[in-house]
């Protein structure tokens, strides 16, 4: 198994453009979360999804985060327009409902996202 | 909702030497207590767990402690080895429930 798939792994864009960060989870898991890491705010759940949709979305900062899954295999979040401060790693993960381990998150790659 | 403090933020400990992690919790009713560690460059990876019904839990050189009425649980690594070093996340859930809450982190420096 690939493992989760996160892409791009890194991208830099200017104030004010849209970024739109990707995610496959691994192939039979039917949960979905997006997390942000910064070194001020540690790791934040930002949204999660069960069968792809969403279940709470508490942690999206603002209107400008936006996150979809149209299939299970697929997922995206996206930021318009970007702002220097949503500089982070971006992080997938993925569960799947049967254990144990129970609830065991499978965390992506990360992408490194830098609004300059 | 769940709060998880985590301590020490960075840790150094010379190789063969123990280190111990601590996180408290607030919300009662979380059940289920996950440790992830992650290395440079990578996402966290879960190394063990534990549930509130068991006191402790071992695995190798790692263990996990879980007191209950005191709402807090530790991380121990014995005999450590310089793969050991990584940051290392401790977590609360309630067992039904998929969301995790995320302690801030703890840096560990296996110094040779």
Known sequence: DAGVIQSPRHEVTEMGQEVTLRCKPISGHNSLFWYRQTMMRGLELLIYFNNNVPIDDSGMPEDRFSAKMPNASFSTLKIQPSEPRDSAVYFCASSSPTGPPYNEQFFGPGTRLTVL | ?112
Do not use: M
Not at chain 2, 28 to 38: C, G, H, L
Not at chain 2, 60 to 74: M, P
Not at chain 2, 94 to 100: D, V, W
């Open chain 2, 1 to 112: 909702g769940e709060n998880v403090e985590q301590h020490p933020s960075t840790l150094s400990v010379q190789e063969g030497d123990s280190a111990v992690i601590k996180c408290t919790y607030s919300d009662s009713a979380s059940n289920y207590f996950p440790w992830y560690k992650q290395e440079l460059g990578k996402g966290p990876q879960l190394i063990i767990d534990i549930r509130s019904n068991v006191g402790e839990k071992k695995d190798q050189r790692i263990a996990v402690t879980l007191n209950k009425t005191a709402k807090h649980f530790s991380l121990h690594i014995t005999e450590t080895q310089p793969e050991d070093s990584a940051v290392y996340f401790c977590a609360a859930s309630n067992f039904g429930n998929e969301k995790l809450t995320f302690g801030t982190g703890t840096r560990l420096t296996i110094i040779p």
